[in-house]
Protein backbone atom coordinates (compact mmCIF):
# COMPACT_ATOMS: atom_id res chain seq x y z
CA UNK A 1 0.00 0.00 0.00
CA UNK A 2 1.37 3.39 -0.95
CA UNK A 3 1.18 6.83 0.68
CA UNK A 4 -1.71 8.45 1.26
CA UNK A 5 -1.60 11.59 -1.29
CA UNK A 6 -3.87 14.65 -1.14
CA UNK A 7 -3.52 16.46 -4.23
CA UNK A 8 -3.27 20.62 -3.91
CA UNK A 9 -2.87 21.59 -7.47
CA UNK A 10 -3.33 20.00 -10.98
CA UNK A 11 -2.56 21.02 -14.02
CA UNK A 12 -4.90 21.96 -17.25
CA UNK A 13 -5.97 18.81 -18.63
CA UNK A 14 -4.21 16.67 -15.27
CA UNK A 15 -6.40 13.29 -13.89
CA UNK A 16 -6.64 13.62 -10.12
CA UNK A 17 -7.55 9.94 -9.54
CA UNK A 18 -4.60 9.03 -11.66
CA UNK A 19 -1.76 11.25 -10.34
CA UNK A 20 -2.66 10.26 -6.34
CA UNK A 21 -2.17 6.41 -7.72
CA UNK A 22 1.01 7.83 -9.31
CA UNK A 23 1.95 9.57 -6.68
CA UNK A 24 1.92 7.25 -3.68
CA UNK A 25 4.26 4.81 -4.91
CA UNK A 26 7.07 7.68 -5.01
CA UNK A 27 7.89 6.85 -8.38
CA UNK A 28 10.88 9.53 -8.34
CA UNK A 29 12.57 7.18 -6.30
CA UNK A 30 12.98 4.97 -9.50
CA UNK A 31 14.33 7.98 -11.39
CA UNK A 32 17.71 10.04 -11.04
CA UNK A 33 18.25 12.38 -8.08
CA UNK A 34 19.68 15.21 -10.02
CA UNK A 35 20.00 18.07 -6.97
CA UNK A 36 20.12 16.90 -2.90
CA UNK A 37 20.35 19.43 -0.66
CA UNK A 38 20.37 18.10 3.27
CA UNK A 39 16.49 16.62 3.13
CA UNK A 40 15.45 19.08 -0.16
CA UNK A 41 15.90 16.81 -3.17
CA UNK A 42 15.06 17.35 -7.06
CA UNK A 43 14.79 13.84 -8.92
CA UNK A 44 14.19 13.37 -12.81
CA UNK A 45 11.75 10.57 -13.05
CA UNK A 46 9.08 9.02 -15.65
CA UNK A 47 5.62 9.24 -14.13
CA UNK A 48 2.41 8.78 -16.12
CA UNK A 49 4.37 8.19 -19.48
CA UNK A 50 6.21 11.29 -19.36
CA UNK A 51 9.63 12.97 -18.33
CA UNK A 52 9.60 15.32 -15.43
CA UNK A 53 10.70 17.15 -12.55
CA UNK A 54 9.49 16.13 -9.16
CA UNK A 55 10.82 18.78 -6.42
CA UNK A 56 10.23 17.18 -2.82
CA UNK A 57 10.90 18.83 0.91
CA UNK A 58 9.38 17.99 4.18
CA UNK A 59 5.65 18.97 4.35
CA UNK A 60 4.59 21.61 6.32
CA UNK A 61 1.25 20.76 6.26
CA UNK A 62 -0.54 23.88 7.52
CA UNK A 63 1.21 26.18 4.94
CA UNK A 64 1.12 23.80 2.10
CA UNK A 65 -3.07 24.06 2.68
CA UNK A 66 -2.84 27.84 3.07
CA UNK A 67 -0.68 28.23 -0.18
CA UNK A 68 1.91 29.54 1.87
CA UNK A 69 4.81 27.16 0.71
CA UNK A 70 7.30 27.84 -1.97
CA UNK A 71 6.07 25.38 -4.13
CA UNK A 72 2.62 27.02 -4.05
CA UNK A 73 4.27 30.11 -4.70
CA UNK A 74 6.06 28.61 -7.56
CA UNK A 75 2.71 27.56 -8.95
CA UNK A 76 1.16 30.63 -8.80
CA UNK A 77 4.40 31.82 -10.45
CA UNK A 78 4.22 29.39 -13.16
CA UNK A 79 0.48 31.01 -13.64
CA UNK A 80 2.22 34.53 -13.93
CA UNK A 81 4.51 33.96 -16.61
CA UNK A 82 2.58 32.05 -18.37
CA UNK A 83 0.16 35.08 -18.86
CA UNK A 84 2.76 37.23 -19.23
CA UNK A 85 3.72 34.90 -22.61
CA UNK A 86 7.08 33.73 -20.77
CA UNK A 87 8.04 30.25 -21.24
CA UNK A 88 8.40 28.39 -18.08
CA UNK A 89 7.91 24.44 -16.86
CA UNK A 90 4.04 23.15 -17.12
CA UNK A 91 2.93 22.16 -13.25
CA UNK A 92 1.10 19.45 -13.30
CA UNK A 93 0.71 18.33 -10.00
CA UNK A 94 1.29 19.62 -6.40
CA UNK A 95 0.31 17.95 -3.31
CA UNK A 96 1.76 16.45 -0.46
CA UNK A 97 2.82 12.65 -0.39
CA UNK A 98 2.99 11.23 2.72
CA UNK A 99 5.24 13.60 4.69
CA UNK A 100 6.37 15.31 1.90
CA UNK A 101 5.24 18.00 -0.37
CA UNK A 102 5.71 17.27 -3.71
CA UNK A 103 6.14 19.77 -6.94
CA UNK A 104 5.59 17.77 -10.41
CA UNK A 105 7.07 20.05 -13.23
CA UNK A 106 7.51 18.73 -17.05
CA UNK A 107 11.04 18.15 -17.60
CA UNK A 108 12.73 20.72 -19.51
CA UNK A 109 15.83 19.14 -21.72
CA UNK A 110 18.33 21.88 -23.08
CA UNK A 111 21.37 23.55 -21.83
CA UNK A 112 21.62 25.82 -18.63
CA UNK A 113 22.81 29.87 -19.84
CA UNK A 114 25.45 28.76 -16.75
CA UNK A 115 26.42 25.89 -19.01
CA UNK A 116 26.54 28.07 -22.26
CA UNK A 117 28.75 30.23 -20.23
CA UNK A 118 31.20 27.61 -19.15
CA UNK A 119 31.44 26.32 -22.59
CA UNK A 120 31.57 29.75 -24.34
CA UNK A 121 34.58 29.24 -27.27
CA UNK A 122 35.51 33.26 -26.56
CA UNK A 123 34.63 36.46 -24.44
CA UNK A 124 32.81 37.72 -27.58
CA UNK A 125 30.29 34.80 -26.92
CA UNK A 126 30.21 34.82 -23.19
CA UNK A 127 29.22 38.58 -24.13
CA UNK A 128 26.19 37.89 -26.31
CA UNK A 129 25.12 35.23 -24.09
CA UNK A 130 25.28 37.89 -20.80
CA UNK A 131 23.57 40.07 -23.22
CA UNK A 132 20.21 37.90 -23.54
CA UNK A 133 20.52 37.15 -19.78
CA UNK A 134 20.26 41.34 -19.52
CA UNK A 135 17.42 41.59 -21.82
CA UNK A 136 15.28 38.67 -19.90
CA UNK A 137 15.80 40.44 -17.26
CA UNK A 138 14.03 43.81 -18.96
CA UNK A 139 11.39 42.21 -20.02
CA UNK A 140 10.73 40.81 -16.54
CA UNK A 141 10.81 44.20 -15.39
CA UNK A 142 8.78 45.55 -18.07
CA UNK A 143 5.98 42.50 -17.57
CA UNK A 144 5.75 43.84 -13.83
CA UNK A 145 7.89 40.57 -12.18
CA UNK A 146 10.97 40.14 -10.39
CA UNK A 147 13.34 37.19 -9.28
CA UNK A 148 14.76 36.55 -6.10
CA UNK A 149 16.81 33.80 -7.19
CA UNK A 150 17.79 34.64 -10.66
CA UNK A 151 20.89 32.47 -11.66
CA UNK A 152 21.93 31.40 -14.77
CA UNK A 153 21.09 27.79 -13.75
CA UNK A 154 17.83 28.36 -13.39
CA UNK A 155 17.36 29.41 -17.20
CA UNK A 156 17.46 26.76 -19.90
CA UNK A 157 17.15 26.69 -23.45
CA UNK A 158 15.19 23.87 -25.15
CA UNK A 159 15.48 25.02 -28.35
CA UNK A 160 17.93 26.72 -30.80
CA UNK A 161 16.17 30.12 -30.02
CA UNK A 162 18.69 31.52 -27.33
CA UNK A 163 15.83 34.63 -26.80
CA UNK A 164 13.71 32.50 -25.26
CA UNK A 165 14.60 30.52 -22.16
CA UNK A 166 12.67 28.87 -20.11
CA UNK A 167 13.05 30.02 -16.31
CA UNK A 168 13.04 26.88 -13.85
CA UNK A 169 12.85 27.43 -10.19
CA UNK A 170 10.18 29.94 -10.45
CA UNK A 171 9.45 30.40 -6.39
CA UNK A 172 11.42 33.38 -5.86
CA UNK A 173 9.34 35.12 -8.23
CA UNK A 174 7.22 38.11 -7.22
CA UNK A 175 5.19 40.97 -8.80
CA UNK A 176 6.33 43.99 -8.70
CA UNK A 177 4.90 46.61 -5.99
CA UNK A 178 4.44 49.58 -8.17
CA UNK A 179 2.96 49.88 -11.83
CA UNK A 180 5.02 52.47 -12.94
CA UNK A 181 7.28 52.62 -15.44
CA UNK A 182 10.75 51.50 -15.29
CA UNK A 183 12.37 55.26 -15.37
CA UNK A 184 10.74 55.64 -12.07
CA UNK A 185 12.15 53.12 -10.01
CA UNK A 186 14.97 55.15 -8.66
CA UNK A 187 11.51 56.53 -6.93
CA UNK A 188 11.10 52.68 -4.95
CA UNK A 189 14.65 51.83 -3.73
CA UNK A 190 13.64 47.76 -3.14
CA UNK A 191 12.40 47.24 -7.14
CA UNK A 192 15.54 49.13 -7.86
CA UNK A 193 17.76 46.94 -5.66
CA UNK A 194 15.56 43.90 -7.38
CA UNK A 195 17.02 44.71 -10.64
CA UNK A 196 20.54 45.05 -9.91
CA UNK A 197 20.13 41.84 -7.97
CA UNK A 198 19.31 40.12 -10.53
CA UNK A 199 22.02 41.71 -12.49
CA UNK A 200 24.40 40.75 -9.98
CA UNK A 201 23.31 36.64 -9.86
CA UNK A 202 24.30 36.65 -13.82
CA UNK A 203 28.52 37.34 -12.61
CA UNK A 204 27.94 35.46 -8.82
CA UNK A 205 27.09 32.15 -9.66
CA UNK A 206 29.06 32.09 -12.78
CA UNK A 207 32.20 33.19 -10.77
CA UNK A 208 31.67 30.49 -8.41
CA UNK A 209 32.35 27.70 -10.48
CA UNK A 210 34.80 28.85 -12.02
CA UNK A 211 33.48 31.21 -15.34
CA UNK A 212 35.39 34.36 -15.83
CA UNK A 213 32.94 37.40 -15.93
CA UNK A 214 34.93 40.49 -15.98
CA UNK A 215 33.69 43.84 -15.17
CA UNK A 216 33.19 44.31 -19.05
CA UNK A 217 30.08 41.87 -18.92
CA UNK A 218 28.68 43.40 -15.94
CA UNK A 219 28.10 46.03 -18.10
CA UNK A 220 26.67 43.96 -20.89
CA UNK A 221 24.36 43.01 -18.39
CA UNK A 222 22.75 45.84 -16.92
CA UNK A 223 23.16 47.68 -20.67
CA UNK A 224 20.87 45.09 -21.73
CA UNK A 225 18.11 45.34 -19.00
CA UNK A 226 17.73 49.12 -20.71
CA UNK A 227 17.59 48.37 -23.90
CA UNK A 228 14.51 49.69 -25.98
CA UNK A 229 13.26 46.10 -27.50
CA UNK A 230 10.93 48.01 -30.12
CA UNK A 231 14.09 50.00 -31.38
CA UNK A 232 16.91 47.59 -30.68
CA UNK A 233 18.85 50.66 -29.78
CA UNK A 234 21.07 51.07 -26.49
CA UNK A 235 19.91 52.66 -23.47
CA UNK A 236 17.54 55.30 -24.07
CA UNK A 237 18.55 58.90 -23.25
CA UNK A 238 15.92 59.06 -20.62
CA UNK A 239 17.50 56.10 -18.40
CA UNK A 240 21.15 57.11 -18.20
CA UNK A 241 20.98 57.36 -14.36
CA UNK A 242 19.38 54.38 -13.89
CA UNK A 243 22.00 52.17 -15.53
CA UNK A 244 24.62 53.99 -13.77
CA UNK A 245 23.12 53.35 -10.70
CA UNK A 246 22.09 49.84 -11.42
CA UNK A 247 25.60 49.31 -12.29
CA UNK A 248 27.47 50.85 -9.71
CA UNK A 249 24.69 48.83 -7.54
CA UNK A 250 25.68 45.91 -9.04
CA UNK A 251 28.94 46.30 -8.67
CA UNK A 252 28.74 46.70 -4.74
CA UNK A 253 26.15 43.50 -4.34
CA UNK A 254 28.81 41.50 -6.52
CA UNK A 255 32.06 43.11 -3.89
CA UNK A 256 30.59 42.26 -0.91
CA UNK A 257 28.74 38.77 -1.95
CA UNK A 258 32.50 37.25 -1.12
CA UNK A 259 33.13 33.68 -1.81
CA UNK A 260 30.92 32.35 -4.51
CA UNK A 261 31.59 29.03 -4.22
CA UNK A 262 28.36 26.88 -4.31
CA UNK A 263 27.49 24.01 -2.11
CA UNK A 264 26.31 21.99 -5.19
CA UNK A 265 28.04 22.55 -8.18
CA UNK A 266 25.10 23.01 -10.96
CA UNK A 267 27.92 21.99 -13.60
CA UNK A 268 28.61 19.24 -11.99
CA UNK A 269 25.35 17.57 -10.60
CA UNK A 270 25.30 14.02 -8.34
CA UNK A 271 25.38 10.88 -9.66
CA UNK A 272 22.14 8.41 -10.29
Known sequence: MGDRVTILHLGEGEDRTAWKRALADRPWERGAIIKKDSDREVWRANVLGSNVSVKVRPAERLRAWLRKTDFARSVRAARWLISKRFETPAVLSHGIVGRAEVLVNEWVEGPTLLRLLADAKDEADRADLLGIAGRYIGRLWRA???????????????????????????????????DESIKDALAHRGEFRMIARMCAAQV?????????????????????????????????????????ETLREVLAIIEKHGDATPKINPLDPPAP
Not at 151 to 178: A, C, Y
Not at 228 to 235: A, F, L, N
Open 144 to 178: GLVNRDHKPSNLVFRSRSLEHPHLLDVGGLRKRTD
Open 204 to 244: IEPRGVGIEIGDDHVRHVVDAVFRVEQTGSSIPQTYPNLAK
